[in-house]
């Protein structure tokens, strides 16, 4: 395969705004009351299956097991509809997920439930995250860093 371009050196400003997001987004996340590290975890997981993102389902895969995540919960997120593995507030996020992600309308009826259902601060935060995880699965698919070479900061 040819090499494409290394993003990170080319546009390293750029890459710092993503990477203080995320930065952002765990810090929130590390905080909250109704949407935790493991359901952020799961959301990116999901998107990047939705956006079949190989360099991003491996990474968030690795990172939610290092977290602590189960294999069961990581294989079954892909039916999480179907499977019993799932909380309440997971089920809430992955939905949203899946419908932010697709680029579909959120009318007043659903903006209300979310909200009644994890919060204000947790939608905003939610929205974020699915917005980031969608960026960054747009980005690996363009320039393809390989499968497995995510190296924690």
């Not at 590390?30 to 990116?44: C, D, G, R, Y």
């Not at 659903?110 to 974020?128: F, K, N, P």
């Not at 363009?142 to 900061?153: A, D, H």
Request: glycine residues 4%; hydrophobic residues 40%; charged residues 20%.
């Amino acid at each position: 395969m040819t090499m494409r371009s290394n993003y990170m050196a080319l546009a390293p400003k750029a890459m710092h705004i993503l990477v203080a997001q995320e930065a952002y987004l765990r810090e929130q996340f590390s905080a909250s009351e109704m949407v935790n590290l493991t359901t952020w975890e799961l959301v990116k997981l999901r998107v990047s299956q939705l956006n079949q993102c190989a360099f991003c389902i491996d990474m968030h895969s690795n990172d939610a097991l290092e977290q602590g995540e189960t294999t069961e919960r990581i294989v079954g997120l892909s039916a999480w509809r179907d499977m019993p593995l799932y909380s309440a507030t997971e089920r809430v996020a992955l939905d949203w997920a899946e419908h932010i992600s697709g680029g579909l309308a959120v009318d007043d009826q659903r903006y209300q439930r979310m909200v009644q259902s994890v919060g204000e601060q947790a939608v905003v935060d939610l929205t974020i995250a699915i917005n980031a995880i969608n960026s960054w699965n747009r980005i690996a698919k363009t320039f393809k860093p390989e499968v497995g070479s995510y190296q924690k900061q």
